[in-house]
């Protein structure tokens, strides 16, 4: 069965500290696609990266870079210098994509970041 | 402007009045999906539909109902609404075509069943 842990519930840094957040997945099919998301205070989810199972390079987006490594099953997402801006809690998902289709998808219970000025 | 819209965004009901939340989209996506978000427990999907009449449960579809008559619409249906499906509900869509993709999100419908 797919699963996804987010261990940390709550990380807390001082602005301009770089910040991981941990996501390690469960699955069987050696096909699959990893989401993460952002919710911040006002209450929306956004869209931050997708990732599929054949494609292990690291991605940068300015101060956001994933790192992806299925010897592991995790897919880690780190702040450089974070800001204010960045305080929100940040879900992790999985999704299989059986017989060319899409299936459901699977949220990790998130991680709630803080950055302090 | 590419949206989903998702109706009411608040609603005070009480147990076993039958409610209807609605959802549309504008974008002509394939896969539309309902989620719950609940303190500590994340998103957790309840159904999911990949297109026209095509729907399948996701992982709490207990006490819900779904339908996709429409590729636009896919509105959750609470037959005999209780306490424990008060929370924080998302509609979301996704082009798919196929293979899991971006998901777009209404901003959310929050319900309290007393």
């Known amino acids: 069965a797919q699963k996804v842990t987010q261990a940390q519930t709550e990380i807390s840094v001082v602005e301009k500290e770089d910040v991981t957040l941990d996501c390690v997945y469960e699955?069987?099919?050696?096909?699959?696609?990893l989401f993460w998301y952002k919710q911040p205070p006002s209450g929306e989810l956004v869209f931050l990266i997708r990732?599929?199972?054949?494609?292990?390079q690291n991605e940068i987006s300015g101060r956001y870079s994933w790192n992806f490594q299925k010897s592991t099953s995790s897919f880690n997402f780190t702040i450089t210098a974070s800001q204010v801006v960045d305080s929100a809690v940040y879900f992790c998902?999985?999704?299989?994509?059986?017989?060319?289709?899409?299936?459901?998808?699977?949220f990790g219970s998130g991680t709630r970041l803080s950055i302090r000025p | 402007e590419a949206q989903v819209t998702q109706n009411p965004r608040y609603l005070i009901t009480v147990t076993g009045k039958k409610l209807t939340v609605t959802c549309s989209q504008n974008?002509?996506?394939?896969?539309m999906s309902w989620y719950r978000q609940d303190p500590g427990l994340g998103l957790r999907q309840i159904y999911y539909?990949?297109?026209?009449?095509?729907?399948d449960k996701g992982d709490v579809p207990e006490g819900y109902k779904v339908s996709r008559k429409e590729k636009r619409n896919f509105p959750l249906i609470l037959e005999s609404p209780s306490p424990n499906q008060t929370s924080l509900y998302f509609c979301?869509?996704?082009?798919?075509?196929?293979?899991?993709?971006?998901?777009?999100f209404g901003p959310g419908t929050r319900l309290t069943v007393l």
């Open positions: 539909s990949m297109n026209v009449e095509v729907t």
């Open positions: 974008m002509n996506h394939e896969y």
């Open positions: 998902a999985l999704s299989e994509a059986r017989d060319s289709s899409a299936s459901k998808i699977i």
């Open positions: 699955t069987r099919d050696t096909t699959y696609y």
């Open positions: 990732r599929n199972s054949f494609d292990e």
């Open positions: 979301a869509s996704s082009l798919d075509s196929g293979r899991p993709d971006e998901q777009f």
